[in-house]
């Protein structure tokens, strides 16, 4: 990730990621920044991010391990916080995703739906058919393409309590 936290009015252009590996513990990770915000808690500071001319090369795999069980893993951006809003124009994203799906029977946090090629984690979603869907209200595209491979490590392990290290593999 070239930056941790983009706050505010941010402007990223002409930007080329190519055969790296970018990994983090258990916040959010992108191939660019890790997570958007703008706002000071009361929300006067609007978060406008523009990303121009942004590629994530095929050669290039991010990922996130459970950790805290709410890490969100993008090909630009892992994740969005606040009244952040994004632009994006130009990108194309071929990265690869490599997240498991964690569970907890408590908690019930699965780290693959808080995954995307563009943003990972949303903070958005609806009911359809009485499942909840990501959404993302807060972003604009003009001319971006994702072309998705495999997911390298997307296994299943669900843990017996929130505070066990233990796992059961079936």
Same mark, same amino acid.
């Given at each position: 990730?070239?930056?941790?936290?983009?706050?505010?009015? #941010?402007?990223?252009?002409?930007? !080329?990621?190519?055969?790296?590996?970018?990994?983090?513990?258990?916040?959010?990770?992108?191939?660019?920044?890790?997570?958007?915000?703008?706002?000071?808690?009361?929300?006067?500071?609007?978060?406008?991010?523009? $990303?121009?001319?942004?590629?994530?090369?095929?050669?290039?795999?991010?990922?996130?391990?459970?950790?805290? $069980?709410?890490?969100?893993?993008?090909?630009?951006?892992?994740?969005?916080?606040?009244?952040?809003?994004?632009?994006?124009?130009? #990108?194309?994203?071929?990265?690869?995703?490599?997240? $498991?799906?964690?569970?907890?029977?408590?908690?019930?946090?699965?780290?693959?739906?808080?995954?995307?090629?563009?943003?990972?984690?949303?903070?958005?979603?609806?009911?359809?058919?009485?499942?909840?869907?990501?959404?993302?209200? !807060?972003?604009?595209?003009?001319?971006?393409?994702?072309?998705?491979?495999?997911?390298?490590?997307?296994?299943?392990?669900? $843990?017996?309590?929130?505070?066990?290290?233990?796992?059961?593999?079936?």
């Amino acid at each position: 990730t070239l930056v941790g936290y983009a706050y505010g009015k #941010c402007h990223f252009e002409n930007i !080329f990621v190519t055969n790296s590996t970018i990994a983090n513990y258990n916040r959010y990770t992108g191939g660019v920044v890790g997570e958007v915000g703008g706002d000071a808690k009361d929300g006067t500071i609007a978060g406008e991010h523009t $990303f121009i001319n942004v590629d994530v090369d095929a050669g290039t795999t991010i990922s996130a391990l459970w950790g805290t $069980f709410d890490p969100g893993v993008g090909g630009i951006i892992g994740g969005k916080y606040g009244n952040a809003t994004v632009y994006m124009k130009d #990108c194309n994203v071929a990265c690869e995703l490599d997240v $498991f799906n964690d569970v907890t029977s408590a908690y019930r946090w699965y780290s693959y739906r808080r995954c995307g090629m563009l943003i990972g984690y949303s903070e958005e979603s609806k009911t359809v058919n009485g499942r909840t869907e990501a959404t993302a209200s !807060f972003l604009t595209t003009v001319n971006c393409t994702v072309q998705y491979g495999d997911w390298v490590n997307y296994r299943y392990c669900e $843990f017996t309590d929130t505070t066990s290290l233990g796992a059961r593999y079936p």
